[in-house]
């Protein structure tokens, strides 16, 4: 056998998602493969955490493998863990959320089950376009490449979504100049699919013209044009919204959403059943109000948020919302500018859904306050750890973490953390 090719066997899987097996005492990472699998594997790099390889064969295969469902399964960057059964995989979301805690000293915190959301479900994509000799490619980027893997089809997206890949592939090839890259951002909302089209170049008239008739033929809901950050509205045959809580919010282009139905069932659940019973709530990242209006049924709500857009929006759903509680709203940068200590004086409970980036200063503030309920939300294991060290050691007991999949079969995951303070 060849130096650099080993046999290993797979004992356990890495929070990135690779199988990890031993030679000679040192970790061996090997994509594509999970415990109980016995792999040939060719060296790639040699780090001082471990060696990584690339899988040349599984030898003998886990009985807890399964056939892939996604034609592109290999060759597409995402969810390269399809060939786990369910139970394994299910195991695997968990024990992410477990060693990232252990990571910062919390070692007996309980953590549920995961809820992991069903495949078509994904209502948000970022498709990659490019204009070759052939046509469009348009897809997802390939497994650590920036070369497009071109997919008719996605198993974990919604149908309405996918339906479109074909005629979108169709209109792109008319529109784009050789060689042109694009990004195509869409969104199924309650209103239809928002689309937008970021691009290096303006759009001229002849292309407007057939971008126009692509949403009126599929019945896009509206559709941007955005070149350089300036935005062009192409078509805007109806107003895309959002539904929370029997509120209509109106969505700006391109703002954040939770990426399922079923992710965002979850989370709010989990934050309105951990502020029950607290007075006023304060929920700072509140990006289009995803928590806010359904917390605004039962409290009193102060939103902050950085986003000018997305506050806007959670302002036109309040107004045309009566039997709503007080919403009002802070326009803060909340890494620069958190709501400070004082101001947390006026509310009962916090909660927080910051970017991956974690809520450092915020929390800071948070743990020098005296507000007895703390719902963390965080779509990074590793800064939900940090801050939650931060406020177990300001006196916050973290109850339970509940994790919550919304990217199937990849390594992304959301936590929710309920705090009290004793
Ligand atoms: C993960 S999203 C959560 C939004 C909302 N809670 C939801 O579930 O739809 C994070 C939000 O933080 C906002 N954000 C990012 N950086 C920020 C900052 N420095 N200050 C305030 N808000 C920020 C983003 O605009 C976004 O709305």
Redesign the pocket.
Known sequence: MAADILEVTITSIGAQGDGIASHDGVPVFVPFAMPGDVARVIVKDKRRNGIYSELLEIVSESESRRAPVCAYFGACGGCQLQYMDAKTYSGWVKNRAVLALKQHGFDDVPVLDPVITPPASRRRVALKALKVAAGVVLGFNERQSHQIVDVTACPVTREELTALFEPLRRVLDAVFEAKMAATVHMTLTASGVDMMIDAPMALGLAARERLVEFAHSQDVASLHWRDQGFLDPVAIRREPVMDFAGVKVPLPPAA???ATDEGEAA?VKAVVDGCRGFGRVADL????G??TLPLAREHQVMA????RD?LDALKAGVLVAPDLKQVITRH????RQPISATELEKVDAVVF???RAGAAAQVAEVAKSDVKRVVA?S?NPNTFSRDARTLADSGYVLEGVLPVDQFLWSSHLELVGTFTRL
């Not at 902050?304 to 986003?307: L, M, S, T």
């Open positions: 954040f959403i939770q989370l990242f509140s990006g289009i995803t928590f902050a948020e950085g986003a997305a803060r940068d909340l890494f859904d910051p970017p939300v779509c």
